[in-house]
């Protein structure tokens, strides 16, 4: 069983940053792959970035490639989303999900890749 929990959503000005984290439980935390998600008032689930379990790969949608990165901590048990240069169109509840399964074979912006979510944390963007 895995638990997921964000935090470090907010209320921020258009251009500002934000740092979300993903803490998970688990002992095999760092086998995981690890994705962030985000999902708009009426609009479908967007895949964001992932980042592999084993060698650290990362991968970015187009939307957010050059303003957001993703790193993990394995000892924290923890993975991070720094957000900059942040839109309004960036306004969103963004979701962590981790993949158990090892499924190195499914796309890490795909949401079948994970397993596990967490309940989200809301990011707005004011313009």
């Known amino acids: 069983q895995v638990q997921l929990v964000e935090s470090g959503g907010g209320l921020v000005q258009a251009g500002g940053s934000l740092r979300l984290s993903c803490a998970a439980s688990?002992?095999?935390?760092?086998?995981?792959?690890i994705g962030w998600f985000r999902q708009a008032p009426g609009k479908e689930r967007e895949g964001i970035s992932g980042?592999?379990?084993?060698?650290?790969?990362?991968y970015y949608a187009d939307s957010v490639k050059g303003r957001f990165t993703i790193s993990r901590d394995n000892a924290k048990h923890t993975v991070y989303l720094q957000m900059n240069s942040l839109k309004p169109e960036d306004t969103a509840v963004y979701y962590c999900?981790?993949?158990?399964?090892?499924?190195?074979?499914?796309?890490?912006?795909?949401?079948?890749?994970?397993?596990?979510w967490g309940q989200g944390t809301q990011v707005t963007v004011s313009s």
């Open positions: 999900a981790a993949d158990s399964r090892g499924l190195g074979y499914v796309d890490p912006l795909s949401g079948l890749r994970y397993d596990y």
């Open positions: 688990g002992r095999t935390f760092n086998m995981y792959a």
């Open positions: 980042i592999s379990g084993t060698d650290g790969n990362t």
